[in-house]
């Protein structure tokens, strides 16, 4: 028998979970189903990439007067373009533009902002690995319209997110979401053949504690002490608390933390001193951190900087970096007692 609710459509699901708000406005489905669109557009352009260079040399697709557009400012120009016109948003912040993204004068505003990072995991865009779209959704809390004074309203804590999410282009394509305060978070598939995301897994729950971890252990040397000792402690063997932990790193941020949502398991990309310019860490607190923080924390997980909650964070300006532990709870709890200096020494 199939199970409950499995097979719903998206957008019956949005609208749904809607029904449950009774603050929710239906401008908020229509942002969310303008997201949808833009994430298919960007699912074909992902799965055809590599594609082009045949294609044009065989003559069936004409490349001759384009430039081929790389798929990051592809999928920034086409979640913009999709969004911009509406009426939802009094602007957008995205990680391939340094400032904040205004909605032109011909279209109406809203009071809603959306984050994205168009498409995570650059590095793995040529070699047809798993990558993805991250977003994250805010309500403005002033009446500024001007874009110069709207950057106090984008920059609050994940806490206020009214939304969050992401999609994954992986073995298949799938979207997962979360409308916060218990709705649980949810992931559909897309089927292809119909054009429709469908519900696959409804109300994903993280495992309590996992049993892989995820780094770049090629940062090594650029550590801490406290750091290491962390590493230390998943590699080493005590069978009591079921170690050591499985490695597991595919390096786009969507497809591990993705696998440890379903999993159980805890991805991590600690401080490290390679780059005085990023002495927090390599991910961005806005559009990467935040929108996977509150997914984790809705299935049953938590995300920290190493100190404290990553949604709690008063965030200083758009493109922020922060150091990121996420994933089962019990798992970043240690984390985080080893990197506050609490986990002992080498
Ligand atoms: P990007 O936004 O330029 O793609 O960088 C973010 C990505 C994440 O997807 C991933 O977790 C991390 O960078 C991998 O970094 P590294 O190659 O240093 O391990
Ligand atoms: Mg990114």
Redesign the pocket.
């Known amino acids: 028998m199939a199970k409950q609710g499995v097979g719903i459509t998206i957008t019956q699901h949005i609208l749904n979970q809607q029904r449950q708000k009774p603050e929710a406005t239906g401008g908020f489905t229509t942002l969310l189903y303008e997201l949808i669109v833009a994430a298919k557009v960007i699912s074909r352009e992902v799965n055809k990439a590599g594609l082009a260079d045949i294609l044009g040399a065989t003559g069936i697709i004409n490349i001759q007067d384009e430039q081929v557009q790389k798929l990051d400012v592809f999928s920034d120009k086409i979640i913009i373009e999709r969004m911009q016109h509406i009426g939802q948003l009094c602007c957008m912040g995205s ?1 391939e533009d340094a400032d904040l993204i205004e909605i032109p004068s011909q279209y109406p505003k809203g009071n809603y902002i959306i984050v994205f ?1 168009p498409l ?4 793995n865009i040529d070699v047809n690995v798993s990558i993805g779209t991250i977003f994250g959704i805010y309500k403005k809390k002033s009446d500024a319209t001007d874009i110069d004074l709207l950057m106090d309203d984008v920059l609050q804590p994940g806490l206020n997110q009214v939304a969050a999410g992401y999609f994954i282009y992986g073995s298949s394509t799938m979207m997962v979401y979360t409308t916060g305060d218990g709705t649980g978070v949810h992931g559909f598939t897309l089927y292809p053949s119909v054009g429709e995301f469908l519900l696959s897994h409804e109300n994903i729950r993280i495992p309590e504690r996992g049993k892989t971890y995820s780094v ?1 252990e ?2 090594h040397a650029y550590w801490d002490e406290k750091t290491l000792t962390l590493m230390d402690y998943f590699k080493a063997t005590d069978k009591k608390s079921g170690r050591p932990y499985t490695s597991r ?1 595919i ?4 497809a ?1 933390f993705h696998r440890n949502l379903l999993k159980g398991g805890i991805f991590m ?1 600690p401080a490290d001193n390679k780059d005085p310019k990023k002495p927090s860490g ?2 961005r607190l806005m559009v ?1 951190a935040n929108p996977l923080a509150m997914v984790v924390r809705e299935a049953g997980g938590y995300a920290s900087d190493g100190n404290g909650p990553i949604l709690e964070i008063e965030p200083e300006e758009l493109h922020q970096r922060v150091p990121l532990y996420i994933g089962s709870k019990e798992d970043v709890e240690l984390a985080e007692r080893f990197i506050s200096g609490k986990g002992g020494k080498r």
């Open positions: 990680e990072d995570d995991g650059s590095s770049n090629g940062n790193y390096g786009s941020l969507v591990d990309y390599k991910l990467e």
